[in-house]
Each structure stands twice: as structure tokens, then as C-alpha cells.
């Protein structure tokens, strides 16, 4: 298997940290944002909120969180660490894979309904049964993923179990 020279393990190493960075800042961005909606006064400002969020996550968390796993994988094909060698990168690649899959299957069509409801029903969303269960939701798993993704980042900092040298 041929190795990355030096100077592409620290582009590739600075595109990674970058996206991993892109990422977790944009999820906590989306979080964050629900906790504005106490202050809306207008369903065209409740509409355009849930707008926001949407295209924070469709055009910046989601380039970034492909970007971090297109980098993981040629960091894993084409340097000394692999797939599976050590704990903590198997734990790196599930916890990737699975709040991608479940930021698809969940997260991304739960957003995409509120803008839709929001922007049907306006202000009568936040007393919307559907829509409450929708941003509930949203808020517990944008505080999972954020908090699992923050833990993923010291856990390939400190890489614990490291075999000694």
C-alpha cells in the first residue's frame, strides 16, 4: 500500500481538522439557534429561522461532515493507522458513520418538516403538536451529536489504549 509523504499527512491532517471544525461549530450553531425562538415574534421570523438552520445544515454541516469521513478514509487507506488497528479509531469511524446516518434518516427530513410547517402555519408552529415533537427531537439529537462529536475530537487527541512505543 503506498504511504502519503509528509507534506500531504499535514494537508490532509489541516482539511480534516478543518472539517471536523466546520462540523462541530455548525451543529452547535443549529442548536444554539432553537433557543431563540422565546424571542420570535412573527411567523415570517420563525419561518426564516428554520430556513436558516436548514441551510446551515444542508450547505455547510453536511459538505463538512462528508469532507471529515472522505479524510478519515484516506488518512485510514494511506497512512501507518488503518481502519481498525487501535480502539479509538474504530470508535472514531462508528460514531462518524452513525451520526451521518442518523443526521440523514432523522435530523435532515425533522428540519426540512419545520420549515415546512413553519412556513404553512407561520407562528401557530410553536403551539403545533407535530411541530414540537419535531423541534424536541431536533434539540435532543443536535445535543447528542454535538456532545458525541466533541468527545470523538479529545478521544483522537489523547487516542486512549494507545499501545506504548
Known amino acids: 500500500m503506498q504511504q502519503l509523504t509528509i507534506t500531504h499527512k499535514k494537508w490532509l491532517k489541516s482539511i480534516h481538522l478543518l472539517a471536523a471544525g466546520i462540523w462541530v461549530t455548525t451543529g452547535l450553531t ?4 432553537n433557543f431563540l425562538s422565546s424571542n420570535i415574534e412573527t411567523g415570517e421570523q420563525l419561518f426564516l429561522m428554520n430556513q ?3 441551510f446551515i445544515d444542508m450547505k455547510i454541516l453536511v459538505p463538512a461532515a462528508i469532507l471529515c469521513l472522505i479524510t478519515g478514509w484516506v488518512y485510514s487507506q494511506f497512512t501507518k493507522w488503518g481502519y481498525f488497528k487501535h480502539g479509538w479509531m474504530t470508535y472514531k469511524w462508528i460514531i462518524t458513520l452513525l451520526i451521518i446516518v442518523l443526521g440523514t434518516i432523522f435530523s435532515g427530513p425533522w428540519i426540512e418538516e419545520m420549515v415546512k410547517i413553519s412556513g404553512e402555519i407561520g407562528l401557530k408552529a ?12 431536533q434539540t435532543i439529537m ?8 466533541i468527545i470523538t475530537i479529545f478521544i483522537s487527541v489523547f487516542k486512549p489504549k494507545k499501545k506504548a512505543k
Open 30 to 33: 443549529m442548536f444554539l439557534l
Open 52 to 54: 436558516i438552520v436548514h
Open 126 to 137: 410553536l403551539n403545533n403538536t407535530k411541530y414540537q415533537l419535531l423541534d424536541r427531537n
Open 142 to 149: 443536535g445535543l447528542c451529536m454535538n456532545g458525541t462529536l
